[in-house]
C-alpha cells in the first residue's frame, strides 16, 4: 500500500505558460483551471485520502487588479461546475486561508459547496486561497493563548488548531513550473514532505504526470531521522549474531 496519503500541489507557471504564447497571463490561469478537475479524479482513483490545492496565496493579493479578479471568478467557476460531481463522488471540500476579502457571492458559494459535502467520506479536497503558512501558524498560535493564557503551547496543541488538522501532515508536495521553493505553503505540515519540484507549466500538467511521480515517490525510503530499514535490519542481525556467540562462549567457559 501506497504511503502517499496526503499530496500537495503548488499550481504554478500560468503565467509562463500563457506567455511563451504569446497571451496575457489570465489565459494562462484559464487554462490552468482546466486542470484541476482530472488532478482531483486522478487523486481519488488513486485512492490518495486528502489532496491540497495552493491556488492564491496570502502574497498574490499584490498581484495587478484585473488578475486577482480572474481568479476570483475562475474559483467561482469551478465550484459551480464541479459542486454536484463534488457531492456525486463523495469528495469533502474546504477552503483554507483568510476568505473573507473575497467577493460575497463566492465567500457564500464556498460555504455552500463546503455545507453540501461536509459529511462525504471520500477524498479530502482542500483549496489553498488568500492562504499563508506563516499567518495559519499565527493564527493558530493565538488563538492557543487566547484559550490558555497561562500554559505553553504543545505541537499537538498547534496542530489541532490549523485551517484543516484532519488532513495530518503532508507526505508528497509537488510544484509545477520549474521552480525550486515552497513559497509560505502549509509550512508546518510539511516537515516530512518528500518534495517534486517539475518543469511542466500547470497547464500541461497532465493525469498521466501526476501519476508518475506518486510511483515515483512511492519507492523513496523515508526515514524521519532514522536509519534505514536496511540498516537496521543488518544491525538486528549482527546484534543477534553477536548474542549468540557472547552465549556460546558463556556456556564454552
Ligand atoms: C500560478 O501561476 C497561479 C497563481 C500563483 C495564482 P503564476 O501566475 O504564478 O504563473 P507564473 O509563475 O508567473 O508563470
Ligand atoms: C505560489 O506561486 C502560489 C500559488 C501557486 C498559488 P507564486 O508564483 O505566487 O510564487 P512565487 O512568487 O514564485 O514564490
Ligand atoms: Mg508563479
Redesign the pocket.
Given at each position: 500500500m501506497s504511503t502517499i496519503k496526503h499530496v500537495a500541489i503548488?499550481?504554478?507557471?500560468?503565467?509562463?505558460?500563457?506567455?511563451k504564447r504569446f497571451r496575457p497571463?489570465i489565459w494562462?490561469?484559464v487554462r490552468?483551471s482546466g486542470v484541476v478537475s482530472d488532478i482531483v479524479q486522478s487523486a481519488d482513483d488513486q485512492g490518495i485520502k486528502a489532496l491540497t490545492l495552493?491556488?492564491?496565496?496570502t502574497e498574490?493579493w499584490s498581484?495587478p487588479v484585473d488578475?486577482v479578479s480572474i481568479?476570483f471568478k475562475l474559483l467561482k467557476k469551478f465550484l459551480l461546475k464541479e459542486q454536484s460531481r463534488l457531492i456525486k463522488n463523495n469528495v469533502h471540500f474546504k477552503v483554507i486561508g483568510e476568505i473573507n476579502g473575497l467577493p460575497e457571492d463566492t465567500v457564500t458559494l464556498i460555504k455552500e459547496t463546503e455545507a453540501l459535502t461536509a459529511k462525504a467520506t471520500g477524498l479530502k479536497l482542500t483549496f489553498a486561497f488568500s492562504y499563508g503558512g506563516r499567518s495559519e501558524i499565527m493564527r493558530a498560535v493565538n488563538q492557543f493563548q487566547i484559550q490558555n493564557p497561562s500554559k505553553l503551547m504543545t505541537e499537538d496543541d498547534l496542530s489541532a488548531r490549523l485551517y484543516r488538522p484532519e488532513t495530518g501532515d503532508v507526505d508528497l508536495m509537488i510544484r509545477t513550473?520549474g521552480?525550486q521553493r515552497i513559497s509560505n505553503f502549509l509550512l508546518w505540515q510539511m516537515a516530512y514532505a518528500e518534495l517534486y519540484f517539475t518543469p511542466t507549466?500547470?497547464p500541461d500538467f497532465t493525469a498521466h504526470e501526476f501519476k508518475s511521480i506518486i510511483d515515483h515517490v512511492s519507492c523513496r525510503e523515508r526515514r524521519f531521522g532514522n536509519v534505514s530499514a536496511q540498516t537496521s535490519l543488518q544491525m538486528s542481525i549482527e546484534l543477534a549474531e553477536s548474542n549468540k556467540t557472547n552465549f556460546v562462549q558463556g556456556v564454552l567457559s
Open positions: 503548488i499550481m504554478d507557471g500560468n503565467g509562463r505558460w500563457a506567455k497571463r494562462g490561469h490552468g495552493y491556488a492564491f496565496s498574490n498581484r488578475e481568479l513550473g521552480e507549466k500547470w
